[in-house]
């Protein structure tokens, strides 16, 4: 399988394991977070799609900007490294559903290990705001694909008139 790699995909594939340990640490361990070595005494989940979304851009003024913008839009931005590397080290990943399952299926992960283990809550809400991050990375992938495709074209007709 190594063999097989190109350069990137094994420069990918450094970066996509040091963005797992980084997106494990801000899930569980994080005390900035929230995430501290004491278990919630009950659980807490979220199973109504919207409701924390909503929660949150109802009471902005009073959770504060930071509040907000840490839970949905971390939620959205924590994810698209992982639509972006993915494609990398995987042909698989390059198809965007591929990319949509993968990106719910490692959120779902997240929020069950977060519901048994009682560190955070299950949110449906953060499976919708993480698939959607992973997703967006997954676009980005695809417009730096389209700029490098587009410049290699463009250096390769440039030496053909000269």
Known sequence: MIRNTTRNQKLGWVL????????????????SLGR???????????????????????????????????????????????????????????????????????????EITQLVFKVGSFDVDDLLLNTIGGILGFLCYKAVQEIRIRRKRRARKNRETT
């Open 16 to 31: 996509f394991i040091l963005y797992l340990i980084a997106l494990i640490y801000l899930m569980f361990f994080a005390e």
């Open 36 to 110: 501290t070595g004491n278990a919630q005494a009950e659980y807490a989940y979220n199973l109504e799609l919207f409701k924390e979304i909503k929660r949150f851009y109802i009471y902005r003024e009073q959770l504060g900007w930071k509040a907000v913008v840490l839970n949905l839009g971390g939620n959205v931005v924590g994810f698209m490294p992982f639509g972006f590397i993915l494609p990398i080290v995987s042909r698989r990943g390059r198809r965007w559903y591929n990319t949509f399952l993968l990106g719910f299926f490692l959120s779902f992960c997240i």
